[in-house]
């Protein structure tokens, strides 16, 4: 399960407000997958910026890199902005300035629960993309899973060669999966990061170790887990400009206040410049992969998958699921001993 949720101090700037969704999983469903938000940001009265904001979820497992770099291939085919995700038209025609967005009261599942009036000027609805554009800042968070390793940790990995002080951390990026496949040109293309200086986001205990003695023999600063390489798997991306004016990035950290999962948040703190249109060219015209054709069809498939996988699990998993199932079961051999017997 993959969300992205939008807040905005001053909502009324942001107008044009898009959505979209990929599963990543067995089949496309989204035990993995990516959800995204592209929205217009109107800063000033005469400038604005588009802006696309993907939260992904990929592949996990130390030897899954491959896996890893495939999901980010399916997500540039198959993650598309549609005309049919814009939220509605202006609630009032006869007005420039849009309306803020506001909480569905519609429970229905298939209704998103942000919705929002747009006016995008001369009320035509944009035309489907991916995540790839010329007129529009692109960036990528979320739990990419990459590791540091391809193989699970053994006793002696732990005493000797997880990162147990803040000395420890420099030497122990080099191992990271995700810089290493982006210098090969294998995932996340074109897009950057600030330098990463916070100690790795994956995998925290839970609860308290017996031990977490590194090869020192002093006491680690990190309750990691025994079973997980540490690794930075949570990450914020983004596409650069180029040019004399960028992104600006200003603070990129973890946040360990926040520790109640295994993993530790990342927050990034940066400018968005307003984009020309000098700068609206090579791979944001030209992205990595082209968009599958065949994309809306293999989503709706995969919700199809979903709700049978969701069912089931229902059906097995809670009392009345399991009552429901029995009566079937009951039923059917009732009618087959009826016509057989």
């Known amino acids: 399960m993959t969300a992205l949720l939008l807040f905005a101090a001053q909502p009324e700037r942001i107008t044009n407000l898009r959505s979209a969704a990929v599963g990543l999983g067995p089949g496309g ?107 529009s800042h692109l960036l990528v968070m979320g739990d990419l899973n990459y590791r540091t390793a391809t193989s699970i940790p053994t006793a002696h990995d732990y005493a000797h060669a997880f990162p147990h002080t803040e000395a420890d951390l420099p030497v122990f990026l080099t191992r990271d999966q995700l810089s290493a496949e982006r210098a090969a040109g294998n995932t996340l293309h074109g897009l950057v990061e600030a330098p990463v200086t916070f100690p790795p986001t994956y995998k925290y205990a839970t609860t308290p170790q017996s031990s977490t003695t590194g090869s020192s023999g002093k006491a680690g600063m990190w309750n990691w887990a025994r079973h997980r390489w540490p690794s930075w798997c949570d990450r914020i991306l983004w596409l650069p400009v180029g040019g004399e004016v960028d992104v600006v990035p200003y603070n990129y950290t973890s946040i360990p206040a926040i520790a109640f999962s295994d993993h530790q948040p990342v927050a990034l703190h ?35 998958r979903e709700q049978l996988v969701g069912y089931a699990i229902v059906g097995m998993t809670t009392p009345a699921g399991v009552a429901v199932a029995g009566c079937v079961v009951f039923g059917v051999v009732m009618l087959w001993w009826t016509i057989f017997a």
């Not at 800063?43 to 030897?63: F, K, R």
């Not at 569905?104 to 919705?115: F, I």
């Not at 060219?281 to 498939?301: L, M």
């Open 270 to 304: 940066a400018s968005l410049p307003s984009l020309v249109v000098g700068e609206r060219e090579g791979i944001r015209a030209r992205p990595p992969f082209p968009v599958d054709g065949e994309w809306r069809v293999k989503r709706q498939n995969a919700v199809a």
């Open 29 to 135: 469903i989204s035990n993995k997958g990516a959800a995204a938000l592209r929205f217009t940001y109107s800063h000033a009265p005469s400038t604005a910026v588009d802006i696309t904001l993907v939260s992904a979820h990929l592949a996990a497992h130390e030897p899954c890199v491959q896996q890893r770099n495939q999901d980010w291939e399916s997500l540039v085919r198959r993650l598309v902005f549609d005309a049919s995700t814009s939220t509605g038209t202006s609630a009032s025609t006869n007005t420039t300035t849009p309306a803020p967005p506001h909480i569905q009261s519609d429970t229905s599942e298939a209704t998103p629960l942000l919705s929002h009036a747009i006016d995008s000027g001369g009320g035509v609805a944009p035309a489907a993309s991916g995540i790839y554009s010329p007129a």
